[in-house]
């Protein structure tokens, strides 16, 4: 197809970007220090590091991984904590050295990360102390050789840190009781590495980055091979379709989606170093009412988020009142952004609600609307610049213009495959180069595409892929469950929530029991919200499960 978008992109934004601009993550990572050393680069409740704090702590944790853990480039160490002033030293750390970073969702149950490390076969993690019990019971089922663990508060000067660690884990027990009497801790890593040597990788664009970990377009996690050429290029695809907007050195961006998760992994902390901003963590969002009280602090122009979020902040106290004179850009993205929320977004802070589309395996941005937009357009946007987008049908040929087809994606951020998953990674990559996505869109006559429905039977829960046949496979492990069928629900909390369809194998089950069995092997946002007993699944003549007949049920 033709770049028809191209003719409506804004002034100044190219139809391609020079991934030569940058080597590697850590080549970008050296400029940005050198241009920003004395600018504030991260805050987290009151604290702040300089970009030239970032460096020097940076450098020290990744001595102490390479010169005395012996960790050598091309081997894998997972993350696994919330927003903290830790996550960006040990990123970076990993990443000068040529280390693969795994992010680890810290909600993870044992069954979920004991796969995932696994799979992806770290030696290495860095884990918050409140998850480290979950760590204890799987560890032998990984290869991991070294476990740093660090505190809440580790980052905050003295007395604040050890108030903080106090309070954390002797007032509010927000720290399980774990075992790990191999594990250093995180303050002690910094001390020991200030005297060791250490000297940053030598590494290309075909050097792997990140191990993303998701569920693909089918079935249990796999993790994105995301090279180093791939995450610098959506960073550059970013910046050059908000370089008019956002200045280098002046931004404040907010950043209360996870790290670990792919948007803001690209949109905040790849995005906020590129242009020397001051990128604000928020530990829980899910305190909202901290959240705003944050907010009111901090003269933001950039924030990032899912519908859900947004629409908390709304209908929080004190939400209204902020100043927003200072805001520039609201970026939604890893679910639909519905109108209703983006229409009282456009009213309360007077800057709309701009929405994107994107994929772990796309590092993640593909399309993005024209950040002059006025109001909701219920559309995902224009493909961005070096990316190609093509709507095509079940046999793989281009659709009209205003006909529904799947979209197929090509451009430098798309992902390498899956890791070690050859067949699977040939189901969504063809020979071409092009990613099959498993959404189906329709593209209008400048190239604007809009979401209609998902070909898989994926579930977007807050802006989290779930997927129907992991929950079924958990669920089928309980003993008294014969059969399941999982699909997808509306939520006005988290958007889609999960609804299972159980027959019983045992007719003593009840809900209750099979609530509690989902929390011990489901991370919260997967576990179902609704269960339903039925004495038969609808099924096709080879025994699939019909889930849309069991949408209509």
Same mark, same amino acid.
């Given at each position: 197809?033709?770049?028809?978008?191209?003719?409506?992109?804004?002034?100044?934004?190219?139809?391609?970007?020079?991934?030569?601009?940058?080597?590697?993550? %850590?080549?970008?990572?050296?400029?940005?220090?050198?241009?920003?050393?004395?600018?504030?680069?991260?805050?987290?409740?009151? +604290?702040?590091?300089?970009?030239?704090?970032?460096?020097?702590?940076?450098?020290?944790?990744?001595?102490?991984?390479?010169?005395?853990?012996?960790?050598?480039?091309?081997?894998?160490?997972?993350?696994?904590?919330?927003?903290?002033?830790?996550?960006?030293?040990?990123?970076?750390?990993?990443?000068?050295?040529?280390?693969? *970073?795994?992010?680890?969702?810290?909600? &993870?149950?044992?069954?979920?990360?004991?796969?995932?490390?696994?799979?992806?076969?770290?030696?290495?993690?860095?884990?918050?102390?409140?998850?480290?019990?979950?760590?204890?019971?799987?560890?032998?089922?990984? #290869?991991?050789?070294?476990?740093?663990?660090?505190?809440?508060?580790?980052?905050?000067?003295?007395? +604040?840190?050890?108030?903080?660690?106090?309070?954390?884990?002797?007032?509010?027990?927000?720290?399980?009781?774990?075992?790990?009497?191999?594990?250093?801790?995180?303050?002690?890593?910094?001390?020991?590495?200030?005297?060791?040597?250490?000297?940053?990788?030598?590494?290309?664009?075909?050097?792997?980055?990140?191990?993303?970990?998701?569920?693909?377009?089918?079935?249990?996690?796999?993790?994105?091979?995301?090279?180093?050429?791939?995450?610098?290029?959506?960073?550059?695809?970013?910046?050059?379709?908000?370089?008019?907007?956002?200045?280098?050195?002046?931004?404040?961006?907010?950043?209360?989606?996870?790290?670990?998760?792919?948007?803001?992994?690209?949109?905040?902390?790849?995005?906020?170093?590129?242009?020397?901003?001051?990128?604000?963590?928020?530990?829980?969002?899910?305190? &909202?009412?901290?959240?705003? +009280? %944050?907010?009111?602090? #901090?003269?933001?122009?950039?924030?990032?988020?899912?519908?859900?979020?947004?629409?908390?902040?709304?209908?929080?106290?004190?939400?209204?009142?902020?100043?927003?004179?200072?805001?520039?850009?609201?970026?939604?993205?890893?679910?639909?952004?519905?109108?209703?929320?983006?229409?009282?977004?456009?009213?309360?802070?007077?800057?709309?609600? *701009?929405?994107?589309?994107?994929?772990?395996?796309?590092?993640?941005?593909?399309?993005?609307?024209?950040?002059?937009?006025?109001?909701?357009?219920?559309?995902?946007?224009?493909?961005?610049?070096?990316?190609?987008?093509?709507?095509?049908?079940?046999?793989?040929?281009?659709?009209?213009?205003?006909?529904?087809?799947? /979209?197929?994606?090509?451009?430098?951020?798309?992902?390498?495959?899956?890791?070690?998953?050859?067949? #699977?990674?040939?189901?969504?990559?063809?020979?071409?180069?092009?990613?099959?996505?498993?959404?189906?869109?329709?593209?209008?006559?400048?190239?604007?595409?809009?979401?209609?429905?998902?070909?898989?039977?994926?579930?977007?829960?807050?802006?989290?892929?779930?997927?129907?046949?992991?929950?079924?496979?958990?669920?089928?492990?309980?003993?008294?469950?014969?059969?399941?069928?999982?699909?997808?629900?509306?939520?006005?909390?988290?958007?889609?929530?999960?609804? /299972?369809?159980?027959?019983? +194998?045992?007719?003593?089950?009840?809900? #209750?029991?099979?609530?509690?069995?989902?929390?011990?092997?489901?991370?919260?946002?997967?576990?179902?919200?609704?269960?339903?007993?039925?004495?038969?699944?609808?099924?096709?003549?080879?025994?699939?499960?019909?889930?849309?007949?069991?949408?209509?049920?």
């Amino acid at each position: 197809m033709k770049k028809i978008w191209v003719e409506h992109y804004l002034e100044g934004i190219p139809e391609e970007i020079d991934v030569n601009e940058y080597q590697s993550i %850590t080549d970008l990572f050296h400029q940005s220090i050198d241009k920003f050393r004395d600018l504030p680069a991260y805050s987290n409740m009151g +604290k702040v590091l300089s970009y030239g704090d970032l460096d020097h702590l940076s450098r020290d944790f990744s001595a102490y991984l390479t010169s005395e853990l012996g960790l050598k480039k091309g081997d894998r160490i997972a993350i696994m904590m919330p927003n903290l002033l830790q996550y960006p030293i040990v990123l970076f750390a990993a990443l000068r050295v040529g280390l693969v *970073v795994v992010n680890a969702n810290p909600l &993870y149950t044992e069954r979920e990360l004991a796969h995932q490390l696994s799979d992806a076969a770290c030696s290495a993690i860095v884990i918050l102390e409140n998850f480290a019990h979950t760590l204890e019971k799987i560890l032998d089922q990984t #290869e991991i050789n070294f476990v740093i663990t660090t505190h809440i508060g580790d980052m905050f000067d003295f007395p +604040k840190s050890t108030i903080i660690n106090f309070i954390i884990k002797h007032v509010k027990k927000m720290v399980p009781p774990f075992n790990l009497p191999s594990a250093i801790a995180f303050n002690k890593v910094l001390k020991l590495g200030k005297q060791l040597s250490q000297e940053d990788a030598q590494l290309s664009h075909e050097d792997i980055a990140f191990l993303q970990y998701t569920g693909g377009t089918t079935g249990v996690a796999k993790g994105a091979i995301l090279t180093h050429k791939n995450m610098i290029a959506n960073l550059l695809q970013a910046h050059a379709w908000a370089a008019a907007d956002l200045k280098e050195g002046k931004e404040t961006f907010i950043t209360a989606l996870p790290l670990y998760h792919i948007f803001s992994l690209t949109a905040n902390a790849l995005f906020s170093l590129k242009m020397g901003a001051k990128n604000v963590l928020i530990t829980n969002p899910r305190d &909202y009412k901290g959240f705003v +009280k %944050t907010l009111s602090q #901090e003269k933001f122009s950039y924030m990032t988020g899912v519908n859900t979020l947004y629409n908390k902040l709304l209908n929080t106290s004190g939400f209204k009142d902020i100043d927003f004179s200072y805001l520039k850009l609201s970026l939604g993205g890893g679910m639909a952004i519905q109108k209703a929320v983006a229409t009282e977004w456009k009213a309360v802070t007077d800057v709309p609600l *701009v929405e994107a589309y994107g994929l772990t395996e796309t590092s993640p941005a593909v399309c993005i609307n024209p950040l002059n937009i006025k109001e909701y357009t219920g559309k995902i946007g224009l493909p961005i610049s070096s990316t190609e987008v093509s709507i095509r049908d079940n046999k793989g040929n281009e659709v009209e213009l205003g006909e529904c087809g799947e /979209i197929w994606i090509r451009g430098p951020q798309v992902m390498r495959g899956y890791w070690n998953r050859p067949e #699977e990674s040939k189901k969504v990559l063809d020979t071409d180069g092009w990613l099959h996505s498993g959404d189906v869109a329709i593209m209008d006559e400048k190239g604007c595409c809009k979401i209609v429905d998902r070909i898989k039977d994926m579930i977007i829960v807050s802006g989290f892929n779930v997927y129907p046949n992991e929950i079924e496979d958990v669920v089928a492990l309980h003993g008294k469950v014969l059969e399941v069928g999982a699909i997808g629900v509306s939520d006005e909390s988290s958007g889609e929530a999960v609804k /299972i369809f159980v027959v019983k +194998k045992d007719q003593s089950l009840d809900e #209750e029991e099979l609530m509690a069995y989902c929390k011990e092997n489901l991370t919260a946002y997967k576990r179902p919200k609704q269960v339903i007993f039925i004495e038969d699944l609808p099924k096709t003549n080879i025994g699939k499960v019909l889930r849309r007949e069991l949408r209509g049920m």
